[in-house]
Nanobody, 123 residues
Framework: QVQLVESGGGLVQPGGSLRLSCAAS????????VGWFRQAPGKEREFVAA????????NYGDSVKGRFTISRDNAKNTVYLQMNSLKPEDTAVYYC????????????????WGQGTQVTVSS
């Protein structure tokens, strides 16, 4: 069984930065493709970013392109989401998700999910 645990969320001012971490348990982490999703109150779950097993391929949702960066360190079984130039509309619960299949922007295609971490952008 794969378990994912997000951390690094919190309160940050507009224009600030935050780095989220997704730590995975299991010896097969390097085989997992990982995505970040977020969900704000009253909104549908939104694709944020994804990274393939090797880290050589990434993609981003339109709303975060140029501001967020996804990366991974397989030796540490961890995927990161660096968030810069944060805006109030980035406020949401951020979820890490993983699949042994190809990365996809549809959350339904991911098999494993973390508990989520709250990110609040406010002055």
């Amino acid at each position: 069984q794969v378990q994912l645990v997000e951390s690094g969320g919190g309160l940050v001012q507009p224009g600030g930065s935050l780095r989220l971490s997704c730590a995975a348990s299991g010896r097969t982490f390097s085989n997992l493709n990982v995505g970040w999703f977020r969900q704000a109150p009253g909104k549908e779950r939104e694709f944020v970013a994804a990274i393939n097993w090797s880290g050589g391929s990434t993609n981003y949702g339109d709303s975060v392109k140029g501001r967020f960066t996804i990366s991974r360190d397989n030796a540490k079984n961890t995927v990161y989401l660096q968030m810069n130039s944060l805006k109030p509309e980035d406020t949401a619960v951020y979820y890490c998700a993983a699949t042994y299949g190809s990365t996809c922007q549809r959350y339904q295609r991911y098999n494993y999910w973390g508990q989520g971490t709250q990110v609040t952008v406010s002055s």
